[in-house]
C-alpha cells in the first residue's frame, strides 16, 4: 500500500479501512451513535430510522446522481453520528471489499447488525413498525413544499399511500403484496449473512475483484453515452427519473455495489423473499450500508485522482456541468435535525463539503495499470436470434497474448428486460460459449461470465430495459483461448444467453441487446 496519502495527512477527518486499528475504534463510535439515533422518537429527523427513509424516499440509482447524492447523504449522517456519539473525530470507516470479501467481524456486534435485540421494539413485525414509524412519516409528507412533492410524483409517489405501498411490496395496481418487493424487513431476517456465515458468495466476489474494480476505474469521461466508457451511470433529465429504456449500469454501480447490497440481503438465498434490509431503499437500516457506501465514495475519489494524474477532467464539461450540478437535492438532514431545504448536486461533487479525506488505499501497481491504461477497441456489435447474442471479438492489438503481460479485460454490454412479476429474479447470469443444456452456472464454471444484477424491486411495476456494463471473468474458457499465442492473432467467437442466477425453475430473461469490447 502506498503511504497515508498528503489530503489525509491534512484533512479534519479521515475515512480509514475498516481493519485498521482506526477503523475499529470508529467503529465503537458509530455504535454509540447508533444507539442514540435509537432511541431517539420517531418525529425526529435524525431517528435511525427516519434518516433511512431519506434514502428510501429521494435516492438515485441508474443514473449520474448515483455517486454525488450518495456522498451527500453519506456525509450528513456522519455528521450525525459524530454529533451524538460524542466522538467529535468520527469519520466512516470503508469496508474495502476487494480485499476483505466479508463483512468485518465488529459488524456483528451488537447495534452493528440490524439483527440486534435493540431493534426488535421498532422491528419485530410489520404492524410494530408500521404504529412507530407511519404517523410520524405521514406528518411530515404533509409539510413537503410543492418542488418536493414534484419530486415525489416523478418517483411514482403521488401520495403517501404509494409511498408506504412500497414499505410493505404492495402493488398499488392490483393490490397485491409481495414480500419479495417490500422494504421492509424484520428484526430476525434484517440481514442474511452472519459472524458463521460471512463470506460473500463467489459471484459476488468476483463482483468485487480488480478484475471488475479495475475496468471500472479506467473510463477517462464522467459520463459518456457509451457505458463501457463512463464512470458514472446514464444521464437523465432528473435523479428522480424513472428508471426507463434509456437506463444504463456503469461498472462499478451495476456490478459491486448492486451485487453486495443483493447477497448481503439475501438475494439467492433467500429466494422469492422477504429479503433483509439491504435489498431494498430502505437499506440504511443495515449499518454495513455506510460502510459500502464510503467505499463506493472512496471509489469515486480514487478515479478523481486518477484523471487528475493524467491531467483530464474529472466531471462533466459546460452545460452538461450546469446540468449536473444545479439539480436540486431537498431531503438531507442535518446533525441538528433540520432539512437542508435549499441543496444542490453541486455541494457535494468536492470531499471538501464535509472535509474528509481517505488514506491512500489502492495498492500501487493498481495505479500504475489504470495509469497506463490503452485506447479501448471498437465495440463489437452481433446477431441476436431467439435470447443468443452471437459476436466476433477482434484479436488484441497488444501484448495480450505474452503470459508475462496482464490481458487487456473484456467488457461487455448486456441489455435485458426486467421481469416485473412477482417474486422474479433480480439478477442473470452471463453465460457464454456455454454448451446449449447448460441452463444455470456455478460462479467457478468455465462458461459464467459475470452477473447482470438489479437493485430493489421495479418501482411501482414499471417494465423496462436496462444496459448493464459487465466486465467478463478473465477466467472464462473462451477469453483463455483468445490470450493464447495462437487465439491472439485471430478472432474469438462469443455466443452470449443469460440465465436466472438464482432461480432455476424460472425462464431466461429476454436478452435485447449485446456487445463486446476490449478496454
Known amino acids: 500500500m502506498l503511504p497515508l496519502s498528503a489530503r489525509a495527512q491534512t484533512a479534519k477527518y479521515v475515512r480509514y479501512n475498516v481493519t485498521s486499528a482506526k477503523g475499529k475504534e470508529m467503529l465503537k463510535s458509530y ?13 425526529d429527523p435524525r431517528n435511525w430510522f427516519r434518516n433511512a427513509f431519506v434514502h428510501f424516499m429521494d435516492c438515485p440509482h441508474g443514473n449520474w446522481w448515483f455517486y454525488v447524492w450518495h456522498r451527500g447523504y453519506v456525509g450528513y449522517v456522519e455528521e450525525t453520528i459524530r454529533s451524538l456519539s460524542g466522538d467529535p473525530t468520527f469519520a466512516f470507516p470503508y469496508w474495502d471489499w476487494t480485499e476483505l470479501p466479508q463483512i468485518p467481524d465488529e459488524m456483528f456486534e451488537g447495534v452493528l ?5 435493540a431493534y426488535a421494539p421498532y422491528t419485530k413485525d410489520i404492524d410494530t413498525f408500521t404504529a412507530f414509524i407511519q404517523p410520524s412519516l405521514e406528518a411530515y409528507w404533509k409539510q413537503l413544499n410543492p418542488t418536493q412533492l414534484t419530486q415525489m410524483a416523478a418517483r411514482g409517489n403521488n401520495s403517501f399511500e404509494l409511498l408506504w405501498a ?24 434484517a440481514r442474511y449473512l452472519t459472524r458463521d456465515n460471512a463470506k460473500l458468495d463467489f459471484k459476488t ?49 451495476g456490478q459491486p455495489h448492486n ?13 422469492p423473499g422477504p429479503f433483509g434490509n439491504m435489498t ?29 494524474r493524467l491531467s483530464m477532467p474529472i466531471l462533466p464539461q459546460a452545460k452538461e456541468l450546469e446540468q449536473l450540478s444545479s439539480e436540486p437535492f431537498l431531503f438531507f438532514v442535518r446533525s ?12 457535494y461533487l468536492s470531499t471538501e463539503q464535509f472535509g474528509y479525506a481517505y488514506e491512500e488505499p489502492v495498492p500501487a501497481p493498481e495505479v500504475a495499470r489504470l495509469l497506463a491504461a490503452t485506447k479501448p477497441g471498437a465495440p463489437a456489435k452481433g446477431t441476436l436470434k431467439k435470447g443468443v447474442a452471437v ?40 453465460l457464454v460459449n456455454a454448451p446449449a443444456d447448460v441452463t444455470s452456472v456455478d460462479g467457478d464454471s468455465p462458461y459464467y461470465g459475470g452477473t447482470v444484477a438489479f437493485f430493489g424491486p421495479p418501482m411501482h411495476g414499471m417494465k423496462h430495459d436496462s444496459t448493464f456494463a459487465v466486465p467478463l471473468s478473465p477466467k472464462l474458457q473462451a477469453l483463455k483461448a483468445a490470450a493464447s499465442p495462437k487465439g491472439a492473432k485471430r478472432a474469438v467467437q462469443l455466443e452470449i444467453r443469460l440465465a436466472p442466477s438464482n432461480a432455476k425453475d424460472k425462464a431466461p430473461p429476454a436478452l435485447k441487446a449485446a456487445t463486446v469490447r476490449r478496454l
Not at 447488525?113 to 435485540?117: C, E, G, H, I
Not at 414499505?167 to 424484520?186: H, L, M, R, W
Not at 441538528?336 to 455541494?347: Q, R
Request: hydrophobic share 40%; charged share 15%; net charge negative.
Open 391 to 430: 459476436l466476433s471479438l477482434p484479436a488484441a492489438m497488444t501484448k495480450a497474448a505474452d503470459a508475462n503481460a496482464p490481458a487487456r479485460p473484456v467488457v461487455a454490454t448486456i441489455t435485458v428486460s426486467r421481469p416485473t412479476e412477482p417474486s422474479s429474479p433480480r439478477e442473470f447470469d452471463v
Open 336 to 347: 441538528d435535525g433540520t432539512f437542508v431545504l435549499d441543496g444542490k448536486a453541486g455541494d
Open 113 to 117: 447488525t440490524p439483527t440486534d435485540a
Open 280 to 308: 431494498n431503499f430502505l437499506s440504511p437500516v443495515d449499518p454495513i450500508f455506510f460502510l459500502h457506501h464510503s467505499n463506493m465514495d472512496r471509489l469515486w475519489d480514487v478515479w478523481t485522482r486518477k484523471q487528475q
Open 205 to 253: 466476489a468476483q463482483a468485487v475483484s480488480w478484475s471488475v474494480i479495475g475496468p471500472g476505474l479506467q473510463p477517462t469521461q464522467f459520463y459518456s453515452d457509451d457505458v463501457t466508457r463512463s464512470f458514472s451511470s446514464s444521464k437523465t433529465p432528473s435523479h428522480v427519473t424513472m428508471p426507463g429504456s434509456t437506463t444504463q449500469f456503469s461498472v462499478l454501480e
Open 259 to 271: 451485487k453486495v447490497h443483493n447477497y448481503i440481503g439475501g438475494v439467492g438465498p433467500w429466494n
Open 166 to 189: 412500497g414499505v410493505i411490496g404492495k402493488d398499488p395496481s392490483t393490490g397485491v403484496i409481495d414480500p419479495g418487493n417490500a422494504a421492509f424487513a424484520t428484526n430476525a431476517k
Open 31 to 43: 455504535a454509540k451513535g447508533i444507539q442514540a439515533m435509537l432511541a431517539l422518537p420517531a418525529s
